[in-house]
């Protein structure tokens, strides 16, 4: 039908979300782990109105990877402990695994068990001379939580 008006309310978990009546919607943070839906009713002259309700889409909760190293310059033959900590606005943080990349190559793969503090650790290898760099990716089991990647860590093997 011609010359419809259309009307939007988003909602929250069922609840309508305060002033969100446009046809777009910018996710909040509030919403990480609620079910989405938008309310369009559609209305002209004296027709009566039409409304749909669309299918729910749950929003994930945030994660955050951050990555440190014991140690940041090395002599041959040393190596150097990565340790990464995964955090996330979830209820308990789900099960997943972190990918530790080496210079971009993915050289670990380590389970985080669910519910856990999230925290792993891992040996380097033993390196030459070069300037290197490492990265950890959260990879999570689930749909409820993104997954997130840690902004990259040097080391240096001098001499």
Do not use: C, H
Not at 44 to 49: E, V, W
Not at 140 to 158: E, H, L, M, W
């Amino acid at each position: 039908v011609a010359g419809l008006n259309f009307a939007y309310r988003w909602q929250a978990n069922g609840v309508d979300i305060p002033g969100a009546t446009r046809a777009n919607y910018r996710v909040a943070t509030a919403d990480q782990g609620k079910a989405l839906t938008v309310v369009v009713t559609a209305t002209k002259g004296t027709l009566p109105p039409g409304t749909a309700t669309s299918a729910a889409l749950t929003v994930k909760f945030a994660s955050a990877t951050t990555l440190s190293l014991s140690r940041s310059v090395l002599f041959p033959g040393q190596q150097t402990t990565a340790t990464m900590r995964v955090t996330s606005g979830a209820p308990t943080l789900p099960a997943g695994t972190v990918v530790v990349t080496l210079n971009g190559k993915p050289i670990s793969e380590l389970s985080v068990a669910a519910g856990s503090s999230g925290v792993v650790s891992y040996q380097l290898p033993k390196n030459d001379r070069g300037v290197y760099s490492v990265r950890a990716s959260f990879v999570p089991a689930g749909d409820t939580v993104a997954g997130s990647t840690s902004q990259i860590n040097r080391f240096v093997v001098i001499f």
